[in-house]
């Protein structure tokens, strides 16, 4: 299902260097690892309650904010649980939370790993 | 970057604070100032407080989503021109489409890298920019067109898209010209004006040319304004495809209007509202441009003469003679609009110089304007109630038609003036078609008569005496005045001659009184030499009709001061059988101021003997063709016999007028006639020469007065 991609494209982080602003990348990345688990949690909540539009809104935005600091393949995942939101496939959507977190997980390592975030 | 677009300041709108932060720095590295909301409603109320140059806008954000946001925006007075990108995600093909359905300017997908979304940014404002200064351009422009009542409309001749400057709307009365095709306009013009405009149109596109013309339109609230409408057709789009037209109208309303108010006053009297000289030409003009193509439309013209008007409203004075004229006017258009006149195509004329003109055209025969003209010369001679008294006009009138005549207007009006000359002769209500011959002795009598007018403002005309001698004591007892004009290049002017131009046209009303208060003036002076030497003055017909002649009488004794029995009136029989009601009146007001009245030309006409006892008569001058024969005719003799023996009888004086020789003077002296005059005595002299004349006879003894009568008469 999924396409062996790269957990972390070094290339976002270029990107918002070359903004040329000291220390943005890690505000930014603290900024995301903060924000990312509240996105998580309302995933779960969203299919504990069945809310297809709270869903595909934390899914959405979780797959922005990972893109934009390079998270590929946890974008990827956040990309196909809310086109399946979309297509009304809700129960699918739900099968993807553990793929989330998995993800999520690698992701945040990977991130520790390149210096710019800290290891929960 | 330069100072102006450092200061521009850029809203942010995500709920993903991570995406606010990069793109927030990526900006404001640019030199953006950046303000960021995290969803829409935040962001509404911040755009509306003011101070956003340019938005950037999520989609997928709680309580409204971008596409909300964006056509909230463009729905408020503040947001139709703010720029506004839309982040759209790589996944959402349908989000492009739907960004720009609800107005955004552009949209870039979320992944973009930060520092191209920032210089996105700094083309789109760039393009708002221009867009700005190209709207300020624009509305500076549709303020000129509303100032001008000016506008431009371009459209496609096969229908569809078109432009339109909002004062188009303005000028069709419309709420809005969005949207003006060709037929929607010309179902706005007026139906006589359709087929002009659609012929116009057409031919332009044929030609790929020019069109431009004056049409009018009808307002939805039926109001109609002339529009100046202008156009080019030509492909005009960048590529040059599409077949186009641009129509230029402006609302001419205002200049027709003062356009025709100017024609009407230069083809119009200002005064009676009826066409002028000018006017009457031009109606006349088109009668026989139309009667060219047809020989059922005849064209005929009618002058007539509102004899005494001009002397009548001379006397009213300005306001009373504004309320005569009109009363004039007023009259011919109530004719004209009488059923009966159905003929043709009519118009009455104020030719001035108390001319009025009744043209007809389209006529079938030129003799249909005669029972018109008929009826407009009863119109014209009842009375005209004016300052509490009445007032009567003569309408002679003369007819020219282009059938009998030239055919140019001026020579047909001119045709019909001359014809009325000769009418006038024959009375008020006289009426005279126009004949070649007239011309001759009519173009004379018209030259005459306006140099008489002429003459009358420069002194030409001037009062001649010629002595009375009474036959028994050869004593100067009186002098009769007369009226002569000494024309600048012609000379003399027969005094028969002038006098009855002068009695046709009603100068004689003028002529008459100073003639008058001249003969009174000179009498008075003469006093002092020649105590009590009368003054005999002339009064034609139409002075003894006035009643405004008994003013003009009293003015003249009074100014002059002479004593009314030096003075007397000689008037000729048949002013008596004319007017002799009216004449007695006035002959009884003369007498009752002591002036005397002399019978001229006695013997001549009825010689009824009743005038002399029914009229209050002093004098009779017999005949001058009486006197010529008297020593050579025997009934000649018998007739001045019987005259002096029957006026002595009846207690009037006699006097002979003509008198050329010694032999006829002691004929009548020998008759008992009191008085005579003539060449034998003394001609006609100037004042100067009369008093020289009069020194010498006075001077000399009784004697020698034959001899110098006859020298004298010989100088």
Redesign the interface.
């Known amino acids: 299902m999924l396409k062996p991609q790269p957990i972390l494209d070094p290339a976002a982080h270029d990107a918002i260097r070359a903004i040329g602003q000291a220390a943005l990348l890690s505000r930014v990345v603290a900024l995301y690892l903060g924000e990312s688990p509240k996105l998580i949690e309302a995933l779960r909540s969203a299919v504990a309650t069945n809310d297809g539009e709270a869903l595909q809104r934390a899914a959405h935005t979780l797959k922005s904010s990972s893109r934009g600091l390079g998270g590929i393949r946890l974008g990827a995942v956040c990309a196909e649980c809310e086109s399946r939101v979309r297509a009304g496939r809700l129960a699918e959507a739900a099968q993807l939370l553990d793929a989330v977190d998995q993800e999520y997980a690698l992701f945040e390592q990977a991130l520790a790993i390149t210096g710019v975030g800290a290891v929960a | 970057m330069d100072e102006l677009t450092q200061s521009e300041c850029v809203l942010l709108v995500d709920?993903?604070?991570?995406?606010r932060?990069?793109a927030g720095?990526?900006l404001?590295?640019e030199g953006f100032r950046v303000e960021s909301c995290s969803n829409g409603l935040e962001a509404l109320t911040r755009l509306e407080a003011g101070g956003i140059d340019c938005v950037l806008l999520d989609v997928?954000?709680?309580y409204m989503d971008g596409f909300e946001v964006c056509a909230a925006i463009r729905a408020t007075t503040w947001g139709a021109f703010l720029p506004i990108l839309m982040l759209t995600?790589l996944?959402d093909a349908e989000a492009t489409a739907r960004a720009y359905e609800v107005g955004a300017n552009d949209f870039a997908p979320?992944?973009t890298?930060?520092?191209l979304l920032a210089r996105r940014v700094q083309f789109l404002l760039r393009a708002k920019s221009t867009a700005d200064s190209l709207r300020a351009s624009e509305r500076r422009l549709q303020r000129a067109q509303q100032i001008a009542r000016l506008g431009h409309w371009e459209w496609l001749p096969g229908g569809g898209r078109a432009a339109v400057s909002e004062s188009v709307g303005q000028i069709l009365g419309l709420e809005s010209g969005a949207n003006l095709d060709f037929e929607r306009f010309c179902s706005q013009v007026h139906p006589a004006d359709v087929e002009m405009l659609r012929a116009a149109v057409e031919q332009a596109i044929g030609e790929l040319g020019r069109f431009g013309l004056d049409h009018r339109i009808v307002q939805p609230g039926g109001q109609v304004r002339v529009l100046r409408h202008e156009g080019i057709v030509g492909r005009m789009d960048a590529s040059r495809s599409q077949l186009t037209v641009l129509s230029i109208i402006y609302d001419i309303t205002e200049r027709r209007r003062a356009e025709e108010r100017l024609e009407f006053l230069a083809y119009h009297d200002e005064v009676t509202g009826l066409a002028n000289r000018v006017g009457c030409l031009e109606f006349l003009a088109e009668g026989l441009r139309r009667s060219g193509a047809d020989s059922n439309r005849k064209v005929a013209v009618a002058v007539l003469e509102l004899a005494g008007f001009r002397h009548v409203s001379n006397t009213l004075g300005d306001r009373r003679g504004i309320e005569l004229v009109r009363a004039v006017a007023a009259r011919l258009a109530d004719v004209l609009r009488s059923p009966a006149t159905s003929v043709g195509d009519l118009r009455v004329a104020w030719l001035g110089s108390e001319r009025v003109a009744l043209a007809g055209i389209g006529l079938e025969d030129p003799e249909h304007i005669l029972p018109i003209l008929r009826r407009v010369q009863t119109a014209l001679t009842q009375p005209f109630p004016i300052a509490g008294a009445e007032v009567q006009f003569g309408a002679p009138a003369g007819v020219a038609s282009a059938e009998e005549s030239a055919r140019d207007p001026e020579t047909l009006l001119i045709n019909a003036a001359t014809a009325m000359l000769h009418a006038r002769r024959n009375g008020p209500l006289a009426c005279m078609f126009f004949a070649e011959p007239m011309n001759a002795s009519a173009a004379r009598r018209l030259a005459l008569e306006s140099d008489l007018r002429r003459g009358l403002g420069r002194d030409e005309l001037w009062v001649a005496y010629q002595p009375r001698i009474e036959l028994k004591g050869r004593r100067l007892v009186g002098v009769e005045a007369l009226a002569r004009w000494t024309h600048p290049w012609q000379g003399p002017i027969r005094p028969e001659e002038f006098i009855k131009i002068a009695e046709e046209c009603g100068l004689i009303h003028e002529i008459g009184a100073r003639v008058l208060r001249r003969a009174c003036a000179d009498a008075a002076a003469w006093q002092d030499r020649f105590p009590g030497v009368a003054v005999s003055v002339n009064l034609s017909g139409a002075q003894l009709r006035n009643i405004d002649f008994l003013r003009v009488l009293d003015g003249a004794l009074a100014d002059s001061g002479l004593d009314p029995r030096l003075l007397e009136l000689e008037i000729t029989e048949s002013l008596l059988v004319d007017n002799s009601e009216a004449a007695a009146r006035i002959l009884a007001e003369i007498c009752t101021r002591g002036v005397r009245v002399a019978l001229d030309d006695f013997g001549t006409g009825y010689s009824a003997l009743s005038y002399l006892r029914r009229f209050p008569i002093h004098v009779v001058k017999i005949d001058r063709s009486f006197v010529r024969d008297v020593l050579s005719s025997p009934e000649a003799a018998t007739l001045v016999r019987a005259i002096v023996a029957l006026t002595h009888s009846i207690g009037l004086h006699s006097v002979a007028e003509g008198v050329e020789s010694l032999e006829q003077s002691q004929r009548l002296a020998s008759y008992g006639c009191d008085e005579a005059q003539g060449f034998y005595f003394c001609k006609p002299r100037s004042v100067a020469g009369f008093l020289a004349w009069a020194e010498s006879w006075q001077a000399a003894g009784d004697e020698t007065r034959e001899h110098r009568a006859l020298t004298l008469q010989n100088r």
């Open positions: 709920d993903d604070p991570t995406a932060l990069i720095a990526a404001e590295s997928v954000m709680p995600s996944e979320k992944t890298n930060a520092l």
